[in-house]
């Protein structure tokens, strides 16, 4: 998803990616939710488990950031983000990219 969203020049960050050795996670989280225009919510059974997803998805709420949730697997969406719209990755990845690009202004949704 990450090489797609690139390919449509749309600037994606990872935690794990992006914080370089000895960096604070912390300060670097912060700093990327702050400048971001999006903040993609990767639901999985893993992630809804995660007490810094949690966090993360308080922090981009409470600055009003758009959320968009990504589903994966049969996850129920994490109350913070119950309400919001998401997209079924596990309909399909074409269509699913699609209609994420559309959302974020990648490409204008074909439909």
């Known amino acids: 998803m990450k090489a797609d969203l690139k390919e449509h020049d749309i600037l994606c960050w990872r935690d794990a990616d992006e914080i370089p050795a000895g960096a604070s996670w912390n300060r670097e989280i912060e700093t990327a939710l702050s400048s971001c225009?999006?903040?993609?919510?990767?639901?999985?059974?893993?992630?809804?488990?995660?007490?810094?997803?949690?966090d993360e998805?308080?922090?981009?709420?409470?600055?009003?950031k758009a959320i968009i949730p990504i589903l994966l697997d049969k996850s129920l969406l994490p109350l913070r983000v119950y309400r919001t719209q998401a997209i079924d990755f596990q309909a399909g990845y074409t269509v699913s990219l699609e209609k994420l690009l559309a959302s974020i202004g990648g490409v204008e949704d074909k439909r």
């Open 37 to 54: 225009s999006h903040i993609l919510v990767i639901v999985s059974q893993h992630s809804i488990e995660s007490q810094n997803v949690a």
């Open 57 to 64: 998805i308080g922090y981009a709420k409470d600055r009003k």
